[in-house]
């Protein structure tokens, strides 16, 4: 049986993130692959991509100038590949439990990142994640694949989906 493949979608700032790491937190299944992190100063400056054997780098930042750029923020390409997409492609071989966070406007920049992401769709191993809560072809794409399942995520809402999540996904005891 393939395993489950669900994203948890909603505005910016709901807690998706959150709930991926309480979730990750209590499984004892082998987790692989990458979450965001907001970058604070005065405010919202960036965004750093984590990966779950600790190796970081920065998705994007307002300091950074020149193309790509999503709103105010130019786009690390190097840091989302070098360390995102190898994550995720070494979580395919390694991990019980592949995370994705996010399939969003800056990392589907990334040629990479979208072949890994089908890559993740296509194996039989479960895929936990965040994406889009807006429209954009490649997330189109994703949430009509039939063995995707989309849970849309309200602010508030995050112990109720953490709960889903735990009966969802399968568990190693």
């Known amino acids: 049986m393939r395993g489950v493949k669900l994203f948890i ?6 807690g998706k993130t959150t709930v991926i790491q309480r979730f990750i937190a209590g499984t004892k299944l082998t987790t692989g692959g990458f979450y965001t992190q907001e970058i604070r100063g005065k405010g919202r ?8 054997d600790g ?7 307002i300091g950074i100038k020149g193309r790509p750029r999503v709103g105010r923020y130019g786009v690390n390409l190097k840091d ?5 997409v190898k994550a ?3 979580a395919l071989v390694q991990a019980e439990l592949l995370v994705i966070d996010e ?6 920049l990334s040629p990479q990142f979208r072949e890994v992401v089908i890559k993740c769709l296509d194996s039989p191993k479960p895929l936990l994640g965040t994406i889009y809560w807006g429209n954009h072809p490649f997330v189109e794409m994703v949430k009509a694949r039939p063995e995707v399942e989309i849970l849309r995520m309200r602010k508030g809402g995050g112990d109720e989906v953490l ?7 399968p568990r190693k005891d």
């Open 9 to 14: 979608s909603g505005q910016p700032g709901c």
């Open 45 to 52: 400056e960036g965004f750093k991509i984590v990966t779950f």
């Open 55 to 61: 190796r970081e780098g920065i998705l994007a930042h």
């Open 80 to 84: 989302l590949n070098l360390i995102g």
């Open 88 to 90: 995720l492609e070494k």
């Open 103 to 108: 399939v969003g406007n800056m990392e589907l």
């Open 163 to 169: 709960e889903y999540l735990r009966r969802r996904f």
